[in-house]
């Protein structure tokens, strides 16, 4: 069972570097990081403010899994290093041991790069809107949450706290990070996920889309960091339940969204406060997802 719901960490002794939407990060030394992956959601870019009691400690086990069975593709920021080696209070400890991971320090690319490999969300709002996703033409007359021919990558901009990713298109994304590191970064993002879209779909799940980070070490090597393949950055769907021409039910943070887009709330700060269940069944279907990808 899931213990109390971590909504901010503090831990004594380690400089705070960045409180994200969900991710609090320490500074260990010149070389490490610590970084607590809190039980705090976020969706339409706003941190609500009522935590999900389990969510950081599957968040964490999730992208630690998926880290591993991708290694040969890219290398990931974790130093495998146990949290017991901070020596930190034993009680702060048994709180964050499940939920924390050490880290090497590089520096974000500062892009989302994102895979789709069904036609959702805000690929779907640009493809009603233009007839394309950022700058890739589609076929016409494609319906919601219709599986795309080949997987395309659509990476966004990086969005601060409080504010929006944007779409961007592969030209602007050159722009921003050049255009040797775009092509390596979509190559190695698409084949990610189509190794763990298939591995999915065998266990009944269709990753319809996912969103990765990247940063570099002072030597200019690639690493992927943050989350991977985690309810959070991607959209899990029951593969039993897909139909073509609505948003299918999910096991992510989806479920969320579509009880808030029913709230009389402008998606700006602050959010909402969520009712009981819905905080019980987000965290059902984020262990619902660890358990049968993991199984």
Known sequence: MPHSAL??????????????????????????????????????????????????EVLTQLSNF??????????NHLTNESIESLNLDATLLETIARQCIIVKRLHPLPIEAVVRGYLIGSGWRDYLQSGNVCGINLPDDLRQGAKLQTPIFTPASKATAGEHDENISMSQTEDLV?????SRVREISLEIYQRAAEYAFKRGIIIADCKFEFGLD????????????TPDSSRFW???????????????????RDYLETLDWDKTNPGPALPAAILKQTGDKYRDALRILTK
Request: aromatic letters at 10%; a negative charge.
């Open 7 to 56: 909504f901010q960490s503090n831990v004594p002794g380690y400089d705070l570097v960045a409180r994200g939407k969900v991710r609090d990060i320490y500074e260990i030394d010149s070389q490490r990081l610590l970084i607590v992956t809190t039980d705090r959601l976020s969706a339409f870019d706003v941190v609500l403010p009522d935590p999900i009691p389990g969510k950081g």
């Open 66 to 75: 998926w880290f591993d069975m991708v290694v040969d593709i890219v290398p």
């Open 178 to 182: 050049g255009e040797e590191l775009a």
């Open 218 to 229: 002072d030597e200019g090597d690639l690493y992927i960091i943050d989350e991977i393949l």
């Open 238 to 256: 029951s593969a039993a339940n897909y139909r073509v021409g609505i948003s299918p039910p999910s096991f992510d943070k989806q479920f969320v």
